[in-house]
């Protein structure tokens, strides 16, 4: 697996491997938005529902 993984990063040249980089960053940075949003959107769900309770 490590072989496979050393052939196909000598086969990609530069600018490929950079877009490559740009894209996976891109990528994480939307699920840190998505994760950061969807959690106070089910925290604010947890302390309305908490708050009516007896």
Avoid at 14 to 40: N, W
Wanted: no cysteine; proline share 2%; net charge negative.
């Amino acid at each position: 697996m490590l072989e496979l993984l050393k052939r196909f990063v000598k086969e990609e040249d530069g600018a490929s491997a950079v877009e490559y980089g740009l894209l996976v960053a891109l990528i994480a940075a939307v699920i840190v938005t998505v994760v950061k949003t969807l959690g106070t959107q089910i925290n604010t769900a947890f302390e309305t529902v908490s708050g009516k309770l007896p």
